[in-house]
Protein backbone atom coordinates (compact mmCIF):
# COMPACT_ATOMS: atom_id res chain seq x y z
CA UNK A 1 0.00 0.00 0.00
CA UNK A 2 1.35 3.38 -1.09
CA UNK A 3 -0.54 5.93 0.98
CA UNK A 4 0.12 10.00 0.77
CA UNK A 5 -1.21 12.21 3.24
CA UNK A 6 -1.27 15.83 2.78
CA UNK A 7 1.41 16.42 0.06
CA UNK A 8 2.38 20.37 -0.75
CA UNK A 9 5.33 20.96 -2.62
CA UNK A 10 6.10 24.56 -4.74
CA UNK A 11 8.40 25.75 -7.02
CA UNK A 12 8.96 29.54 -6.47
CA UNK A 13 5.04 31.09 -6.73
CA UNK A 14 3.70 27.64 -8.61
CA UNK A 15 2.16 25.23 -6.74
CA UNK A 16 2.44 21.68 -8.14
CA UNK A 17 1.14 19.83 -5.42
CA UNK A 18 -1.70 21.36 -2.55
CA UNK A 19 -2.41 19.20 -0.23
CA UNK A 20 -2.92 15.58 -2.06
CA UNK A 21 -3.80 12.75 -0.19
CA UNK A 22 -4.25 9.32 -1.59
CA UNK A 23 -4.37 5.48 -0.90
CA UNK A 24 -2.97 2.89 -3.94
CA UNK A 25 -3.58 -0.71 -3.22
CA UNK A 26 -0.57 -3.01 -3.27
CA UNK A 27 -0.94 -6.04 -6.19
CA UNK A 28 -3.15 -3.40 -8.13
CA UNK A 29 -3.06 -1.04 -10.80
CA UNK A 30 -3.48 2.26 -9.92
CA UNK A 31 -3.96 5.40 -12.61
CA UNK A 32 -4.13 8.79 -11.57
CA UNK A 33 -5.48 11.05 -14.03
CA UNK A 34 -4.98 14.78 -14.80
CA UNK A 35 -4.94 17.46 -17.24
CA UNK A 36 -1.14 19.20 -18.21
CA UNK A 37 0.69 20.90 -15.46
CA UNK A 38 -1.13 19.37 -12.76
CA UNK A 39 0.69 18.06 -10.48
CA UNK A 40 1.20 14.08 -11.67
CA UNK A 41 4.66 14.26 -12.13
CA UNK A 42 5.52 16.13 -9.10
CA UNK A 43 3.27 13.66 -7.28
CA UNK A 44 4.56 10.35 -8.63
CA UNK A 45 8.16 11.80 -7.75
CA UNK A 46 7.23 12.53 -4.51
CA UNK A 47 5.85 8.79 -4.24
CA UNK A 48 9.03 7.37 -5.43
CA UNK A 49 11.50 9.80 -3.15
CA UNK A 50 12.79 11.30 -5.73
CA UNK A 51 11.67 15.03 -5.12
CA UNK A 52 11.07 15.59 -1.26
CA UNK A 53 7.71 17.33 -0.62
CA UNK A 54 7.54 20.56 1.52
CA UNK A 55 4.77 19.02 3.50
CA UNK A 56 2.95 15.86 4.08
CA UNK A 57 4.25 12.26 3.82
CA UNK A 58 3.89 8.93 2.01
CA UNK A 59 3.79 5.68 3.73
CA UNK A 60 5.57 3.00 1.65
CA UNK A 61 4.35 -0.47 3.14
CA UNK A 62 4.77 1.20 6.72
CA UNK A 63 7.84 3.70 5.91
CA UNK A 64 7.67 7.08 5.59
CA UNK A 65 9.31 7.99 2.57
CA UNK A 66 9.53 11.57 3.06
CA UNK A 67 11.94 11.06 6.51
CA UNK A 68 14.26 8.61 4.94
CA UNK A 69 18.15 9.08 4.79
CA UNK A 70 19.90 8.91 1.95
CA UNK A 71 20.94 5.09 2.94
CA UNK A 72 17.57 3.86 3.55
CA UNK A 73 16.00 5.62 0.05
CA UNK A 74 19.11 3.90 -1.87
CA UNK A 75 17.70 0.36 -0.11
CA UNK A 76 14.17 1.63 -1.06
CA UNK A 77 14.64 2.35 -4.60
CA UNK A 78 15.99 -1.48 -4.95
CA UNK A 79 12.37 -2.17 -4.74
CA UNK A 80 10.99 0.69 -6.93
CA UNK A 81 11.03 0.97 -10.92
CA UNK A 82 10.38 4.26 -11.92
CA UNK A 83 9.76 5.00 -15.56
CA UNK A 84 10.47 8.74 -16.07
CA UNK A 85 8.32 10.67 -18.64
CA UNK A 86 10.88 11.63 -21.35
CA UNK A 87 12.47 7.67 -20.83
CA UNK A 88 16.09 8.99 -19.54
CA UNK A 89 17.71 6.52 -20.99
CA UNK A 90 21.57 6.95 -21.11
CA UNK A 91 22.98 7.87 -25.31
CA UNK A 92 26.33 7.38 -24.81
CA UNK A 93 25.54 3.55 -23.58
CA UNK A 94 23.97 0.80 -26.16
CA UNK A 95 20.30 -0.43 -25.12
CA UNK A 96 22.05 -3.38 -23.57
CA UNK A 97 24.52 -1.72 -21.64
CA UNK A 98 21.51 0.96 -20.27
CA UNK A 99 19.64 -2.07 -19.02
CA UNK A 100 22.47 -4.03 -17.68
CA UNK A 101 23.96 -1.04 -16.06
CA UNK A 102 21.40 -1.40 -12.52
CA UNK A 103 23.01 -5.06 -12.28
CA UNK A 104 26.73 -3.66 -12.70
CA UNK A 105 26.29 -1.15 -10.10
CA UNK A 106 24.38 -3.84 -7.46
CA UNK A 107 24.54 -6.68 -8.05
CA UNK A 108 27.60 -10.19 -8.21
CA UNK A 109 26.09 -12.27 -11.54
CA UNK A 110 28.18 -13.37 -13.73
CA UNK A 111 28.78 -11.95 -17.25
CA UNK A 112 26.42 -14.70 -18.83
CA UNK A 113 23.70 -14.32 -16.20
CA UNK A 114 23.29 -10.53 -17.03
CA UNK A 115 23.29 -11.47 -20.44
CA UNK A 116 20.72 -13.48 -20.13
CA UNK A 117 18.58 -11.40 -17.89
CA UNK A 118 19.09 -8.36 -20.18
CA UNK A 119 17.91 -10.74 -23.42
CA UNK A 120 14.87 -11.78 -21.60
CA UNK A 121 13.61 -8.34 -20.29
CA UNK A 122 14.25 -6.97 -24.36
CA UNK A 123 12.11 -9.87 -25.18
CA UNK A 124 9.50 -9.14 -22.56
CA UNK A 125 9.03 -5.65 -23.97
CA UNK A 126 9.27 -7.05 -27.44
CA UNK A 127 12.41 -5.71 -28.62
CA UNK A 128 14.59 -8.97 -28.85
CA UNK A 129 17.92 -8.68 -30.93
CA UNK A 130 17.93 -4.78 -30.47
CA UNK A 131 20.02 -4.11 -27.12
CA UNK A 132 23.66 -3.90 -29.57
CA UNK A 133 21.80 -0.43 -30.63
CA UNK A 134 21.73 3.04 -29.21
CA UNK A 135 19.16 4.51 -27.50
CA UNK A 136 18.72 7.40 -30.47
CA UNK A 137 18.10 4.53 -33.16
CA UNK A 138 15.20 3.93 -31.47
CA UNK A 139 11.44 5.69 -31.61
CA UNK A 140 9.94 7.47 -28.94
CA UNK A 141 7.33 4.79 -28.40
CA UNK A 142 10.98 1.97 -28.20
CA UNK A 143 12.66 4.15 -25.89
CA UNK A 144 9.63 3.87 -24.06
CA UNK A 145 9.31 0.28 -23.73
CA UNK A 146 13.26 0.33 -23.16
CA UNK A 147 12.58 2.57 -20.23
CA UNK A 148 10.04 0.27 -18.69
CA UNK A 149 12.94 -2.94 -19.28
CA UNK A 150 15.28 -1.05 -17.44
CA UNK A 151 12.55 -0.65 -14.83
CA UNK A 152 11.41 -4.25 -14.85
CA UNK A 153 14.85 -5.89 -14.87
CA UNK A 154 15.29 -4.43 -11.28
CA UNK A 155 12.28 -6.80 -10.66
CA UNK A 156 11.03 -4.97 -8.14
CA UNK A 157 8.13 -4.64 -6.45
CA UNK A 158 6.25 -1.90 -7.37
CA UNK A 159 6.59 -0.13 -10.85
CA UNK A 160 5.96 3.75 -11.27
CA UNK A 161 5.38 4.93 -14.79
CA UNK A 162 5.23 8.42 -15.84
CA UNK A 163 2.77 9.15 -18.84
CA UNK A 164 3.49 5.46 -20.50
CA UNK A 165 1.98 5.87 -23.56
CA UNK A 166 2.04 9.71 -24.24
CA UNK A 167 3.22 11.08 -27.61
CA UNK A 168 4.35 7.78 -29.51
CA UNK A 169 1.88 6.05 -32.02
CA UNK A 170 -1.01 4.12 -31.49
CA UNK A 171 0.79 0.55 -32.52
CA UNK A 172 3.24 1.70 -29.84
CA UNK A 173 0.88 2.96 -26.89
CA UNK A 174 -1.18 -0.90 -27.56
CA UNK A 175 2.20 -2.50 -27.36
CA UNK A 176 2.65 -0.33 -24.01
CA UNK A 177 -0.53 -0.70 -22.53
CA UNK A 178 -0.50 -4.64 -23.04
CA UNK A 179 3.40 -4.91 -21.56
CA UNK A 180 1.98 -2.92 -18.37
CA UNK A 181 -1.27 -5.05 -17.97
CA UNK A 182 0.79 -8.15 -18.04
CA UNK A 183 3.28 -6.96 -15.54
CA UNK A 184 0.35 -5.44 -13.18
CA UNK A 185 -1.83 -8.75 -13.55
CA UNK A 186 0.52 -11.63 -13.81
CA UNK A 187 3.46 -10.41 -11.48
CA UNK A 188 3.33 -9.54 -7.83
CA UNK A 189 4.19 -6.24 -8.93
CA UNK A 190 1.76 -2.69 -7.66
CA UNK A 191 1.68 -0.44 -10.82
CA UNK A 192 1.16 2.95 -10.72
CA UNK A 193 0.84 4.88 -13.83
CA UNK A 194 0.43 8.43 -14.47
CA UNK A 195 -1.16 9.78 -17.48
CA UNK A 196 -3.60 12.34 -18.83
CA UNK A 197 -5.19 9.56 -21.02
CA UNK A 198 -8.68 8.69 -19.94
CA UNK A 199 -9.01 5.46 -22.13
CA UNK A 200 -6.01 4.34 -20.65
CA UNK A 201 -7.41 4.85 -17.39
CA UNK A 202 -10.47 2.90 -18.55
CA UNK A 203 -8.67 -0.25 -20.14
CA UNK A 204 -6.36 -0.55 -17.37
CA UNK A 205 -6.78 0.47 -13.96
CA UNK A 206 -8.35 -1.52 -10.74
CA UNK A 207 -7.89 2.06 -8.53
CA UNK A 208 -8.16 5.26 -10.18
CA UNK A 209 -7.19 8.91 -8.74
CA UNK A 210 -8.08 12.38 -10.56
CA UNK A 211 -5.54 14.89 -9.70
CA UNK A 212 -6.23 18.57 -10.63
CA UNK A 213 -4.60 21.90 -9.36
CA UNK A 214 -2.60 19.59 -7.43
CA UNK A 215 -5.26 18.38 -5.48
CA UNK A 216 -7.52 15.06 -5.15
CA UNK A 217 -10.75 15.23 -6.94
CA UNK A 218 -11.68 11.78 -6.75
CA UNK A 219 -10.35 8.32 -6.08
CA UNK A 220 -11.97 4.95 -6.12
CA UNK A 221 -12.51 2.02 -8.33
CA UNK A 222 -13.21 2.24 -11.91
CA UNK A 223 -16.92 3.48 -11.48
CA UNK A 224 -15.65 7.14 -10.33
CA UNK A 225 -14.95 7.94 -14.10
CA UNK A 226 -18.39 9.02 -15.04
CA UNK A 227 -18.58 11.84 -17.53
CA UNK A 228 -19.65 14.13 -14.75
CA UNK A 229 -16.32 13.36 -13.14
CA UNK A 230 -14.40 13.74 -16.21
CA UNK A 231 -15.92 17.52 -16.75
CA UNK A 232 -14.96 18.61 -13.94
CA UNK A 233 -11.36 16.89 -13.77
CA UNK A 234 -10.46 18.62 -17.33
CA UNK A 235 -12.76 21.77 -16.87
CA UNK A 236 -10.93 23.96 -18.77
CA UNK A 237 -8.46 21.91 -20.73
CA UNK A 238 -10.69 19.19 -22.73
CA UNK A 239 -8.72 19.08 -25.22
CA UNK A 240 -6.25 17.01 -23.10
CA UNK A 241 -8.94 14.24 -22.44
N1 LIG B 1 11.57 21.26 -11.12
C1 LIG B 1 10.61 22.18 -11.29
N2 LIG B 1 10.87 23.48 -11.21
C2 LIG B 1 9.91 24.40 -11.36
N3 LIG B 1 8.61 24.12 -11.60
C3 LIG B 1 8.29 22.82 -11.69
C4 LIG B 1 9.26 21.78 -11.55
N4 LIG B 1 8.63 20.59 -11.68
C5 LIG B 1 7.33 20.88 -11.92
N5 LIG B 1 7.12 22.20 -11.92
C6 LIG B 1 5.82 22.87 -12.10
O1 LIG B 1 4.87 22.19 -11.29
C7 LIG B 1 3.64 22.08 -11.97
C8 LIG B 1 3.23 20.63 -12.08
O2 LIG B 1 4.15 19.98 -12.94
P1 LIG B 1 4.06 18.44 -13.34
O3 LIG B 1 5.28 18.15 -14.13
O4 LIG B 1 3.84 17.62 -12.12
O5 LIG B 1 2.76 18.40 -14.26
P2 LIG B 1 2.13 17.15 -15.01
O6 LIG B 1 0.73 16.99 -14.50
O7 LIG B 1 3.05 16.00 -14.91
O8 LIG B 1 2.07 17.68 -16.52
P3 LIG B 1 2.27 16.88 -17.91
O9 LIG B 1 0.98 16.13 -18.13
O10 LIG B 1 2.45 17.96 -18.93
O11 LIG B 1 3.45 15.99 -17.77
C9 LIG B 1 3.83 22.77 -13.32
O12 LIG B 1 3.36 24.08 -13.22
C10 LIG B 1 5.32 22.74 -13.52
O13 LIG B 1 5.75 23.82 -14.31
MG1 LIG C 1 4.18 14.99 -16.26
Excluded at 121 to 128: F, H, I, Q, Y
Excluded at 139 to 149: D, E, I, P, T
Aim: aromatic fraction near 6%.
Amino acid sequence: MIAARGLRKSFGRTTALDGASLALPSGRVSVVLGPSGHGKTVLLKCLAGLLRPDAGCVDFDGRDVTDMGERELYSFWKRVGFVFQESALIDSLTVEENLALYWRVHGSLSRSALREKVAAVLDTVGLAGLGSGFPEELSGGMKKRVAVARALIKEPAYLLCDEPTSGIDRRNAGIMKDLLRRCGREGSTTLVVVTHDVQLAREMADHVVGLRKGRVLFEGGPAQLTEDRLDRLYEGVDNER
